[in-house]
């Protein structure tokens, strides 16, 4: 089997029903797997899904649904949140890291930003996504909260990382 590289990888902007299930079973089953996180956790992406899914508007919001062979593999939503956009539901299934399609989306992500003028994104993740937080903070992502809870069923800490677009100086 030849190694799959990003070229392989198809993205899909259109929200489909069957997606956000998916993306809840992605992130309980890796979780779980990766970091003993429980069934807190699962009902916490469920509720935020849920929320994202009712107030889903495309003109404001985006999803980058990834795919290999016709197979949900990853995602990556930006929901709208009043004067700015939050960085959700962020993963890939292990075979997929590594590829560049972290720092893909990462770029697609930001170009969402500039073409909507939008200034402030945020978005939250535990202190154990290093792999994250290193693409976050290559995206101009900062840390600006933290806190300690074990609402997914262990001791986390959980850390907020914004990111503010520079505004463009006129010409």
């Known amino acids: 089997m030849s190694a799959i590289t990003l070229a392989d ?6 929200l489909q029903p069957g997606d956000l299930g998916y993306i809840a079973f992605i992130h309980g ?3 779980a797997k990766e970091c003993g996180y429980g069934l807190n956790f699962e009902a916490y992406v469920l509720d935020g899904l849920g929320d994202f899914a009712r ?3 495309p003109q404001q919001d985006k999803v980058w649904i990834c795919l290999h ?3 949900i593999i990853g995602s990556l939503v930006a929901q709208h949140r ?4 939050q960085l959700r539901y962020f993963i890939f299934l292990p075979e997929y890291r590594g590829i560049g399609l972290g720092k893909h989306l990462m770029l697609e992500f930001n170009r969402f930003m500039q073409e909507n ?3 402030h994104a945020y978005l939250w993740t535990t202190a154990e996504q290093q792999a994250a937080i290193s693409l976050y903070n290559k995206s101009g ?9 074990d609402s997914f069923d262990k001791p986390v800490t959980e850390r907020r990382y914004d990111l503010i677009l520079p505004s463009s100086s006129p010409a």
């Open 69 to 71: 062979h016709n197979r």
């Open 141 to 149: 992502f900062q840390l600006t909260e933290e806190s300690t809870s």
């Open 29 to 31: 089953d890796l979780y």
């Open 82 to 85: 009043a004067e700015k956009v």
């Open 55 to 57: 107030e889903y508007n």
């Open 117 to 119: 003028g939008i200034k």
């Open 9 to 14: 990888i198809q993205i899909r902007n259109t």
